[in-house]
């Protein structure tokens, strides 16, 4: 793999970082179709009895690569709703590991990024980092990641941040339920630590057994609500507003409602 990184160490927490610190993370086609193999191949290994969800660099994900983005721009329905659900299989495969998942965000996400935030059990966030849902801007929505934000924040939280692209801190992302805890910078290794030692203590499979039980009781995301989202995004990019706006933005002028 060249845009993610799996680490083990001889406790059996494996850290999964996103390696594409010079691109802020942003997620390619490449970096999704890899961070999803990796995932699946977590799930699968016995031996394995955390994973830490982190990245390189300063930027935790920028969201969506713009290259990526812009080679949507040509492609047909079809085409384009393939290339939306690679994020929804990536964020699936997240959501699907078996063991408990611990974010480390040490800076700013946005778009996909809060995505990759919210499939975590427990997300311990960097002070001083920023997020927002910023899709709307380009005239788009954050529906791929919806369902899944949603199942993390409620609708209520999500109605706040969820259309309006406003920026926000830690510690708000911690009211409204996307971060677990806000911490120094200088004490995050400490802090995510603090949530990894405790599974190291429990049986490791009762560990997995009670979060397939915790999910169970909670209802999950179906693949119908992930679906409707897709055709819901593929269906915002045919209008002329999307157009406009992620026109704009490539051309780094203001869109037309700005």
Known sequence: ???????????????????????????????MGELEAAARALAEDDSVRVVVLAAEGPTFCAGADLGWMREQFGMDGETRKAESRRIATA??????????????????????????????????????????????????????????????????RAREVFMNARVF???EAVRLNLLTRAVPAEALEAAVEAEVAPYLACAPFAVRDA???????????????????????????????????????????KAPWA
């Open 1 to 31: 793999m060249e845009l993610i990184t799996v680490t083990r160490d001889t406790r059996g927490v494996a850290t999964l970082s996103l390696a594409r610190a010079e691109k802020h993370n942003a997620l390619s086609a490449q970096m």
């Open 91 to 156: 964020l699936e495969a997240l959501v699907a590991l078996p063991q408990p998942l611990i974010g480390r965000v040490q800076g700013n996400a946005f778009g996909g990024g809060v995505g990759l935030v919210a499939v975590c059990d427990v997300s311990i966030g960097a002070q001083g980092l920023k997020m927002a849902f910023t899709e709307t801007r380009l005239g788009l929505i954050p529906a791929n990641i919806g369902p899944y934000v949603v199942a993390r924040m409620g609708a209520v």
């Open 169 to 171: 801190g830690a510690e």
């Open 211 to 253: 979060k397939a039980l915790l999910n169970a009781l909670a209802g999950g995301v179906t693949p119908q609500q992930v679906d409707f989202a897709i055709d819901g995004l593929a269906a915002r990019w045919e209008t002329e507003e999307a157009q406009a706006g992620i026109a704009a933005f490539f051309d780094k002028r």
